[in-house]
């Protein structure tokens, strides 16, 4: 909710980039399965088949998208595959059956009809077999003939009783003299010998009593030929010898039956198909379009639209889920209210508590002032007791302003005013306010790459406290010597680096710096008398402006901080412009001597993005044993290299990063007792008030910056 | 230079010694120590400038200088310990003319109070042309087609300082030195809060300015005539 959290930390993702991780496990193994080898390119083969993969994963990726985003489409998809594998299993088991009753049926009838037919067949043989005995005298001369006018009329006297439904036909035995046998007969266009199958007439052959098979009914005319039910048996003929006489029936009606049911049951089964397919379709709906309206309200929800709401209607489990919801929501709202009136009374309390501060301040203030003006007119300690008091109520004055503002960016209340400024022009300024202080160190200020505009979209008034920091502390630090502001604008970052020649940093000293109160050495004199807060509000400042704030240094060889705050407000720092270890600094001058290229080092100096939360050591000391050689060793650890991460978990004191050692942290305790200062105070206020011109001090604005890291 | 200063704050010693300040000075202090009676007193008074505390007992400091800017427009500097953006903003929105952060010291306060009154100083007779606006600089007059606009004497000095360079792109530090008198940058909101009101003053749309025109990323310009 503060400006602190809308940009993120370097190289830290956006906020909302990710969808939730959980999802893609949602699909199923199958899904999985395809999205694992077919579309992840999982395949462990020749290049050639990775390619044709690629190549066949390409088209299906938006359809493999769809079905893992739309539950409604994988409901639906999946209940018409298997309501359709439901349906096919019933209409199988549902033909199976009515073919089995079907034929049962017929095959009973067929079996009497079947049965009755050889018996006539048997009679009508031993009645002409009597007949025969008796006229054998009169016509025995042709005996085939007459067996086979008497089989003629046994067939058509057979199939006549069945009016169509059946046909009559006779084989002779397969095993029969092919002299002696008897023609194949059939009724009604049968082909006799093609519509009886080979092995039935075997089976007939060998066995007693009647057989049954399937077969089809070929036809001597046109007529399409049809399944039929065979029956057969062997009988004789009146000369005694073995025939086969059969029986078949034709099963058109049947079949005709048979496709109606089929019918019947696919046009059925489709509209089931279809129609649960919309079911389906309909029921996922009315589940999904709540979660889905939950999904969209969440989306609103948390992008700070506090007051959204579901429609909940009915009482059930959905109108629960948006009861729940709502709750939730109503719940959320609520906290974040306390929280942002608890903020509010915070800020409201540290507001008061200023004016209430500040007013009797005001009046000690301008009653000291009265004073120190009068002081010629006291006797010396009198009049010196004026000059301290008045001195030391500018260094309250400037604790308290400093105090204020750190508060505030604790409190999340600093605003970030930003608008397109050039910081050539707020160098400038801050060049010329610290020039007064210059001339009395004897330090030249250098400016460098202010031939162009360097325009970036920032809150001047902050970014002026942050550079007129930087170069207060750097002629305080630079002893004399000179001081460099280097300006560059690259993409789509903007940075500003101060470089000193003085004392420089103690390594590890470069991130703790930032910490409020630190103070490196305090037995140096101080002569701007800062309050220890400078760098800290400086850092928050860049940060507030989703900037960075970094410093370098190494000890007796200066150092160099570099602020760089984005070209257009709110887009992430990738990189800055300037490299953080500066060009200069011993060990690249070392390592140049050394004649060993300058890229290494120089791409270590350039920090690159770091992960918010990653605050480990900067890749130096890791580095340190190849270049010990080339370089005073103990200059190496002093590159602060790192990257001041945007506040996530701690926002107190990131800049106090962790990482020093204990036997550091046992050393800073002691550096911040402030029994030195009384004596560092005087001896430092006295000059500056004196020589300092009046103007310098005319605004509150320039005492806030006016902070030092006071080594 | 003399000045009748109306100091409106409910803190009596400040009062006070604010009082012992300007008299050294050479002001002539009266006191008020609520907002209710602030203009009654301001009206009985008749002061050259008012110094007017924002938190008072009563009325608070902005409705008395929204009172105070209805009936004149006579210099107002806020006594602020709040230096948050909408504190002061709210402040110079409502008609003050500058502002000062507790704690200030007495020659600040005294340096701000002078810059407000140094315009009484006799200015050359001069007439100047800002778009469709007639300024007369001795008359502090400004006419549109005859009609006059009324204008507090800081607006007044914030349109001639851009009338007399109607070439010239003004920084809000620039401005803010020869407006309000400031040797150092400020705070640039002062600007911004003034232009706004200058423009709800003389713009016909103030949307779309063409008197006082903004120059982005670098500040202002007068309009052409």
Request: contains cysteine; hydrophobic residues 40%.
């Amino acid at each position: 909710m503060s400006r602190d959290s809308a940009a993120s930390a370097p190289g830290e993702p956006g906020a909302r980039s990710g969808r939730p991780v959980g999802r893609k496990m949602t699909g199923s193994r199958w899904g999985r399965f395809v999205e694992g080898g077919l579309l992840q390119g999982g395949v462990q083969g020749s290049p050639v088949l990775r390619l044709f993969m690629r190549w066949v994963r390409r088209p299906l990726l938006p359809v493999m998208r769809l079905w893992r985003r739309n539950i409604q489409l994988k409901v639906v998809v999946t209940t018409l595959l298997m309501s359709l594998g439901v349906v096919l299993l019933l209409g199988f088991v549902v033909i199976g059956q009515v073919r089995n009753g079907l034929l049962d049926a017929k095959v009973k009838a067929s079996q009497s009809q079947a049965t009755g037919g050889f018996t006539v067949a048997k009679q009508e043989a031993d009645s002409a077999m009597g007949a025969d005995g008796d006229d054998r005298s009169g016509s025995g001369d042709n005996p085939v003939q007459n067996v086979s006018g008497w089989m003629n009329s046994l067939v058509e006297s057979l199939s006549s009783g069945g009016q169509g439904a059946f046909s009559v036909v006779t084989l002779a035995t397969t095993t029969a003299d092919s002299s002696r046998a008897l023609g194949p007969r059939g009724s009604g266009y049968v082909n006799p010998s093609i519509s009886v199958p080979q092995n039935l007439r075997e089976r007939v052959d060998a066995g007693r009593g009647a057989t049954q098979s399937y077969t089809r009914i070929v036809y001597t005319n046109s007529q399409e030929s049809q399944p039929a039910l065979i029956i057969g048996t062997q009988v004789n003929d009146p000369k005694g010898d073995p025939y086969q006489l059969y029986y078949l029936f034709p099963l058109t009606q049947e079949e005709k039956s048979l496709s109606l049911v089929k019918g019947t049951l696919a046009t059925a089964g489709l509209f089931v198909v279809v129609l649960l397919g919309a079911i389906a379709w309909l029921v996922v709906r009315q589940v999904v379009t709540p979660v889905r309206m939950a999904a969209g309200i969440a989306e609103r929800l948390s992008a700070g639209r506090l007051q959204e709401r579901m429609k909940v209607t009915g009482e059930d489990d959905i109108a629960r889920l948006g009861e729940a919801f709502n709750k939730m929501a109503q719940n959320l709202q609520l906290k974040i209210q306390q929280l942002e009136d608890l903020s509010r009374m915070q800020r409201r309390f540290v507001s008061d508590v200023s004016h209430e501060l500040r007013t009797p301040l005001t009046t000690v203030r301008m009653a000291a002032d009265v004073i120190h003006d009068a002081r010629v007119d006291f006797d010396p300690m009198t009049a010196r007791s004026a000059e301290l008091l008045a001195d030391q109520l500018d260094r309250f004055e400037t604790l308290l302003a400093d105090l204020l503002e750190i508060s505030r960016f604790d409190a999340g209340a600093a605003a970030l005013e930003a608008e397109p400024i050039d910081l050539r022009e707020v160098v400038r300024r801050v060049i010329s306010g610290a020039e007064p202080l210059a001339e009395r160190k004897g330090t030249r200020i250098r400016v460098v790459g202010d031939q162009q505009p360097v325009v970036a979209e920032a809150d001047a008034r902050r970014v002026e406290r942050v550079l007129r920091n930087l170069v207060v502390n750097a002629v305080e630090h630079g002893e004399g010597k000179d001081v460099v502001v280097k300006l560059a604008s690259a993409g789509g970052a903007v940075a500003v680096a101060v470089r000193d020649y003085g004392v420089g940093l103690k390594p590890g000293e470069a991130t703790r710096v930032f910490s409020r109160f630190w103070r490196a050495d305090p037995a140096r004199a101080r002569t701007t008398g800062g309050t220890g807060l400078g760098l800290s509000i400086a850092l928050e400042d860049a940060r507030l402006h989703g900037g960075w704030l970094q410093a370098w240094g190494e000890p007796g060889g200066g150092s160099q901080f570099r602020l760089t705050v984005p070209r257009t407000a709110d887009e992430p720092l990738r990189g800055s412009p300037i490299p953080l270890e500066p060009k200069d600094s011993r060990r690249n001058r070392g390592l140049n001597d050394a004649g060993l290229p300058l890229g290494g080092t120089q791409k270590l100096a350039t920090v690159p993005a770091q992960p918010a939360g990653e605050r480990t050591v900067p890749p130096m000391p890791a580095r340190a044993p190849r270049v010990a050689g080339a370089v005073d060793p103990a200059a190496l650890p002093g590159n602060g290299a790192r990257v001041v991460p945007r506040p996530t978990a701690d926002t107190r004191g990131p800049a106090a990063a962790p990482e020093e050692t204990s036997e550091d942290r046992r050393e800073v305790p002691r550096e911040e007792t402030s029994e030195d200062m009384p004596e560092a105070a005087p001896s430092a206020g006295g000059p500056e008030a004196g020589a300092q011109p009046e103007q310098t001090k005319q605004t509150q604005q320039l005492k806030q910056g006016e902070a030092s890291r006071g080594r | 230079m003399k000045g009748r200063v109306l100091v409106v704050d409910d803190d009596t010693a400040l009062a006070e010694m604010l009082g012992i300040v300007l008299r050294g000075e050479g002001f002539e202090p009266s006191f008020v120590a609520d907002g209710d009676r602030a203009l009654a007193a301001f009206r009985e008074s008749k002061p050259d400038l008012v110094l007017l505390d924002l938190m008072l007992p009563g009325r608070d400091g902005i409705e008395v200088c929204r009172l105070i800017r209805a009936e004149s427009g006579v210099p107002i500097v806020m006594l602020t310990a709040k230096s948050d953006t909408v504190d002061v903003v709210v402040g110079l929105e409502s008609g003050a003319d500058d502002y000062i952060v507790k704690p200030f010291k007495p020659k600040e306060l005294v340096a701000r109070i002078r810059a407000r009154l140094r315009r009484s100083e006799e200015p050359a007779p001069e007439q100047l042309a800002i778009g469709d606006l007639v300024i007369d600089v001795a008359g502090h007059s400004v006419k549109r087609d005859g009609a006059s606009i009324a204008l507090t004497p800081l607006e007044f000095d914030l349109l001639v300082a851009l009338a007399r360079k109607p070439w010239q792109v003004f920084t809000r530090e620039v401005l803010l030195e020869q407006v309000w008198g400031y040797r150092h940058a400020a705070d640039t909101r002062l600007v911004n809060v003034h232009v706004q009101r200058l423009r709800s003053k003389v713009e016909k749309d103030p949307e779309r300015p063409e008197i006082v025109v903004t120059v982005r990323g670098v500040g202002y310009k007068a309009g052409p005539s």
